[in-house]
């Protein structure tokens, strides 16, 4: 399916009304409809034409959101790249996406035309419509290749599961350039035609003063934005659990503690799902019926889930169409059309899944993903570092972070942060920088990262 058959449902069938709040502006959808058609002529004029890539280097905004939908209709294929990055992470995505535009803040002034009409670009439902970069077990990060089959199989599946409709108010803090907010977020209010507020980020200062304000019914977040709002007063917590329909987790496991801690300040029951760049939202607990803490519950419509060795296995329209320009990368990660997810799993004898952990080191941090071989590799070229190690740590805030176990001839932790913090995301800057006579391996030379841990 082209994905604009979708979102025809709202810029078309509800033109009228309001789609999107923006920094104190609304705008309807027919605004959304004709903002995209010039971001889409534009793009023509700068020789984008259906397969070719377009980078956004951009926070959430709504020339974020037209640049999407421009790129729908086009048949450009749109690489969001995290806000967070720096330069050595842009490049390694630039190249290899090889797009034929970069967009950034400063070209958001001449990204316009005056032409109010939708170009048509004849697409199916396997052309790709966004290449998300995910870093899988190795250092660097490949791109996902999700299709618009992809994107409207998990949009659909969640507006039925979920039942968002046009009564609901969403609020969407998360950041769009990941699949959370992009996959889900914006694919269930331009399919769904629910008005949503767009914030710039999720701010735990200024949260409270945006849902007494905007009075949403419906919220995604991860496990960070949760926690963060357990410190809300307990007044003001029922008053916006009473107007709320339906607050959802995903992207990192919810502490249980969590869990319960909201149901109790908010009158409300999280309802935390399970999803993955490569694959969209593949469980999820039910709208009705239990919500069972600390299990991401069944499989959604359509989904084949199963586990081998102890390894979520999935199958389904809504996995992606491989890694670019990685056939052996691709290859390997299915067997007989089955993705191997990496997570580890099992399933209860009334069908609840409920994950374990993951096969690799995958540290999530705030919802963000860190490789750890990534950032050993960056130490490893800082003088001085011998050999290093990251694990991530528990912490309660973001769920895990990373710290760093260095050997060194000279060790100096203070410009050895400095050097991750001018040359990475914030995310993936250790914690903490500990120097070790030597790291623990086994006889196979294999790091034993849980004792490090320890
Ligand atoms: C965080 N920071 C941001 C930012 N989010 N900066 C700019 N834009 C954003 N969107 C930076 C801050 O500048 C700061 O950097 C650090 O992160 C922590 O900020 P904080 O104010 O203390 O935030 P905190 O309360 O910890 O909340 C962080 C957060 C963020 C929850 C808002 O981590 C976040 O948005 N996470 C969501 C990630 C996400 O959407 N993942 C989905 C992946 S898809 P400094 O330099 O001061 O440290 C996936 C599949 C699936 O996993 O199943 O969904
Ligand atoms: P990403 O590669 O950024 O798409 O992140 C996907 C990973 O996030 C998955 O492989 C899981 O490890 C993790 N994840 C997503 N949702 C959950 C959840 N509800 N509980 C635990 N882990 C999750």
Same mark, same amino acid.
């Given at each position: ?10 810029? $078309? ?8 709040? =923006? ?57 969001? $790249? ?79 599961? =979920? ?20 996959? /889900?977020?914006?694919?269930? =209010? ?34 960070? $934005? ?40 908010? /009158? ?16 999820? /607990? ?18 084949s889930v199963s586990?081998d060795?102890?390894?979520l296995f999935v199958r389904?329209?809504?996995v992606?169409?491989?890694? =670019? ?8 990660a299915f067997t007989d059309g089955w993705f191997h997810t ?113």
């Amino acid at each position: 399916m082209n994905l604009l058959h979708l979102f025809d449902l709202s810029l $078309i069938a509800r033109a009228n009304e309001i789609a999107l709040e =923006w920094e104190g502006a609304e705008f309807t959808f027919g605004e959304i409809e004709r903002r995209s058609n010039r971001v889409s002529h534009a793009l023509r004029a700068r020789g984008l034409s259906k397969g070719d890539r377009l980078c956004v280097y951009l926070g959430n905004r709504i020339e974020l959101v037209d640049i999407y939908l421009a790129c729908v209709k086009l048949g450009v294929i749109f690489v969001p $790249i995290n806000i967070l990055y720096r330069d050595r992470e842009i490049a390694h995505i630039t190249n290899d996406a090889e797009p034929r535009l970069v967009i950034t803040d400063a070209d958001l002034a001449e990204l316009t035309s005056d032409r109010d009409d939708r170009p048509l670009e004849d697409l199916d439902g396997d052309s790709p419509a966004a290449i998300i970069y995910t870093s899988g077990t190795t250092g660097a990060s490949k791109g996902a290749v999700l299709t618009h089959n992809n994107f409207a199989a998990n949009a659909v599946n969640l507006l039925t599961m =979920w039942q968002i409709t046009d009564r609901d108010r969403f609020l969407l803090a998360l950041p769009l350039f990941h699949i959370h907010a992009l996959g /889900n977020g914006l694919h269930c =209010w331009l399919a769904g035609g629910c008005r949503m507020r767009l914030l710039e980020r999720f701010d735990h200062r200024t949260a409270i003063d945006e849902f007494r304000d905007f009075r949403p019914t419906l919220f995604f977040g991860v496990p960070t $934005i949760y926690v963060r709002l357990l410190d809300t007063p307990p007044e003001i917590a029922r008053e916006i659990g009473d107007r709320m329909r339906l607050f959802v987790s995903g992207s990192a496991p919810l502490p249980v503690p969590v869990f319960e801690r909201f149901r109790d300040l908010f /009158n409300h029951t999280i309802l935390e799902r399970y999803g993955m760049t490569e694959t969209f939202m593949t469980l999820s /607990n039910p709208l009705t019926g239990e919500r069972r803490a600390g299990t991401v519950g069944f499989p959604l419509p359509g989904i084949s889930v199963s586990i081998d060795d102890g390894e979520l296995f999935v199958r389904g329209p809504n996995v992606f169409a491989g890694y =670019w320009r990685r056939p052996d990368a691709t290859a390997a990660a299915f067997t007989d059309g089955w993705f191997h997810t990496g997570d580890l799993a099992t399933r209860s004898a009334d069908g609840y899944y409920t994950l374990l952990g993951r096969k690799s080191d995958l540290i999530i941090s705030g919802g963000f993903n860190v490789y750890p071989r990534e950032i050993e590799e960056f130490l490893l070229e800082q003088p001085g570092v011998a050999e290093a190690a990251v694990v991530g740590v528990a912490d309660g805030l973001r769920g895990e972070v990373p710290v760093a176990f260095i050997v060194a001839t000279s060790f100096d932790a203070d410009a050895l942060e400095r050097a991750c913090r001018d040359n990475l995301a914030s995310f993936k800057v250790p914690r903490r920088f500990v120097q070790v006579d030597s790291i623990p391996r086994t006889a196979l030379g294999k790091v034993q990262k849980h004792l490090l841990a320890q």
